[in-house]
């Protein structure tokens, strides 16, 4: 009787303070009561998983935020010693695990300009682009490590990392509650810096073609979920 309540439960979407629950949460409950009927199934006190016969709920799609002018501002304002490292992924998109360890040895100077060159993490694929102005003033000004507080080879919950998460929920609200509560509401991210780099050059017209090759994408369907996400009122700017 338990545990047709607690599927029932679920099922209503209702949660114990009398609110709905996304579909996304509803299917992580889901996932837990299968789970749990798999458990059961494996040491035999039931005979039958009637768990398998239960749908999930349709997914439903997040749109990728982009940090707005006044964002950008606040995070450059109360980030300390993160600026700089806020600052890199937003003029260059590149992903922070490729950013933490990222020496003057990974890019490539020319009398005019800076590249970018280097093996990313995720796909194992060559990015040699070249960088905004400000990201070579960045690099240029920089020691051999451009940033020296993420420790080397240390996986992605270092000490390190996490607190670059929690700095960056702390420029959003006066204590870490407040933030937490502002960048979960817009799914913000360290990933948010990539997805802003994509929503700008958009806005500004730069071909998808170019910022796939920018961010290091393999075909172009990801530019394209981007200029889907586009605010409508930036339209108004190829009108007559």
């Known amino acids: 009787q338990s545990l047709i309540h607690?599927?029932?439960?679920?099922?209503?979407?209702?949660?114990?303070?009398?609110?709905?629950?996304?579909n996304n949460t509803a299917n992580r409950y889901l996932s837990t009561f299968k789970s749990f009927f798999t458990f059961c199934v494996n040491m035999e006190y039931v005979k039958t998983n009637y768990a398998k016969q239960i749908n999930n709920f349709k997914k439903e799609a997040i749109e990728p935020?982009?940090?707005?002018?006044?964002?950008?501002?606040?995070?450059?304002?109360?980030?300390?010693?993160y600026r700089y490292f806020f600052e890199f992924m937003y003029e260059t998109g590149l992903r922070p695990s490729d950013t933490y360890n990222l020496t003057r040895n990974d890019f490539k100077f020319t009398e005019s300009k800076v590249f970018l060159n280097i093996k990313m993490g995720k796909t194992s694929k060559k990015l040699n682009v070249p960088i905004s102005t400000r990201a070579a003033e960045i690099v240029l000004n920089s020691s051999f490590k451009l940033f020296p507080m993420f420790s080397e080879g240390r996986s992605s919950w270092s000490w390190e990392r996490k607190e670059v998460r929690k700095t960056l929920r702390r420029c959003f609200g006066a204590n870490n509650s407040a933030g937490a509560k502002y960048v979960n509401k817009r799914h913000i991210k360290l990933h948010t810096f990539r997805h802003t780099f994509a929503m700008r050059h958009i806005a500004n017209g730069t071909p998808l073609e170019a910022i796939k090759q920018l961010l290091g994408h393999s075909s172009i369907a990801m530019?394209?979920?981007?200029?889907?996400?586009m605010p409508k009122e930036n339209l108004t700017a190829y009108l007559q």
């Open 65 to 81: 935020h982009s940090f707005s002018k006044e964002e950008y501002r606040l995070i450059l304002d109360s980030s300390g010693k």
């Open 6 to 22: 607690f599927f029932n439960h679920i099922r209503s979407k209702e949660t114990t303070n009398g609110r709905t629950m996304s």
């Open 223 to 229: 530019c394209e979920k981007y200029a889907r996400s």
